[in-house]
């Protein structure tokens, strides 16, 4: 049964995104290669996101994780325009089972805070990666926004190093 894991990049201050959701800031690390980053990506089954990051992902330098992984990709939206390769699909839990299926015993990928926040909110999200870099941005998408707050416990898993990256590795509990 496929697992749901939201896998991101994040600040050393907590943002996954610059404002304007730019993502621009991670060209800049040159962190060099993640043992656990290719551990991920060759367990993921299939990859699931919202439309804030579909946009960027169906330009040419946007390929989900760089072009090094290929395979089903759905994505949560009501409004974007279809492009090859990418199920759109207007309604989570739909697309939740359809990645899921898709993926068998793998892991679908959530890509996206907010995607990420509304799987954890409907008790879907099953694990959190977080590779945290060097880096301050000082404002834009946090890893996790709940207005008004919340508490959400995570178990620890594994927690390493890949040069300068710091990967935490969470299960919800």
Do not use: K
């Given at each position: 049964m496929a697992k749901l894991l939201y896998h991101i990049t994040m600040s050393l201050d907590g943002f996954v995104a610059a404002p304007g959701d730019d993502m621009t800031w991670l060209r800049d690390l040159h962190a060099g290669p993640n043992p656990?980053?290719?551990?991920?990506?060759?367990?993921?089954?299939?990859?699931?996101?919202?439309?804030?990051?579909?946009?960027?992902?169906?330009?040419a330098e946007g390929e989900v994780y760089g072009g090094r992984w290929r395979g089903p990709i759905f994505v949560v939206t009501r409004d974007a325009p279809p492009s090859p390769g990418f199920t759109l699909v207007d309604d989570l839990g739909k697309a939740v089972a359809a990645a899921?299926?898709?993926?068998?015993?793998?892991?679908?990928?959530?890509?996206?805070?907010?995607?990420?926040?509304?799987?954890?909110?409907a008790g879907l999200l099953d694990e959190v990666l977080v590779h945290v870099a060097?880096?301050?941005?000082?404002?834009?998408?946090?890893?996790?926004?709940?207005?008004?707050?919340?508490?959400?416990?995570?178990?620890?898993?594994?927690?390493?190093?890949?040069?300068?990256?710091?990967?935490?590795?969470?299960?919800?509990?």
């Open positions: 656990v980053v290719e551990r991920v990506i060759g367990g993921i089954g299939a990859v699931l996101m919202g439309h804030h990051t579909y946009a960027p992902a169906t330009t899921s299926e898709a993926a068998g015993d793998g892991y679908v990928a959530v890509l996206g805070a907010t995607t990420a926040r509304r799987c954890l909110e060097p880096v301050l941005l000082g404002d834009g998408v946090r890893l996790f926004d709940h207005p008004g707050g919340t508490q959400v416990r995570l178990t620890p898993v594994e927690l390493s190093h890949a040069g300068p990256i710091t990967n935490a590795w969470y299960r919800v509990a």
